[in-house]
């Protein structure tokens, strides 16, 4: 069974910023993609980021040019780089990954935006 570990979730003010960390318990070259989706109470799952084998990178349209998403091979981690967090970037953050038709997820991270 994949495991994903995810880390880097806390408090931090608007305009600040945070990194996201999520490892991988196998290769990540054996998934299709990894990424990142996160979700509030009351409200469906969205896609904050994802990055394909090969590095093609989607953004959903919240978060294009304020969030960065990476990913180290050789570590099997991907990375959420967090800009300018609004208020509205509060949710927890899930990180997955994709191999084929199955679909893995982490146990999610919190992140709050807050003065």
């Known amino acids: 069974q994949v495991q994903l570990v995810e880390v880097g979730g806390g408090l931090v003010q608007p305009g600040g910023s945070l990194r996201l960390s999520c490892a991988a318990s196998e290769s990540s070259f054996s998934f299709n993609a990894m990424g990142w989706y996160r979700q509030t109470p009351g409200k469906q799952r969205e896609l904050v980021a994802t990055?394909?084998?090969?590095?093609?990178?989607n953004y959903g349209d919240s978060v294009k040019g304020r969030f960065t998403i990476s990913r180290d091979n050789a570590k099997n981690t991907v990375y959420l780089q967090m800009n300018s967090l609004k208020p509205e970037d509060t949710a927890v953050y899930y990180c997955?990954?994709?191999?084929?038709?199955?679909?893995?997820w982490g146990q999610g991270t919190q992140v709050t935006v807050s003065s």
């Open positions: 997955n990954a994709r191999r084929g038709l199955m679909s893995y």
């Open positions: 990055i394909t084998s090969s590095s093609n990178t």
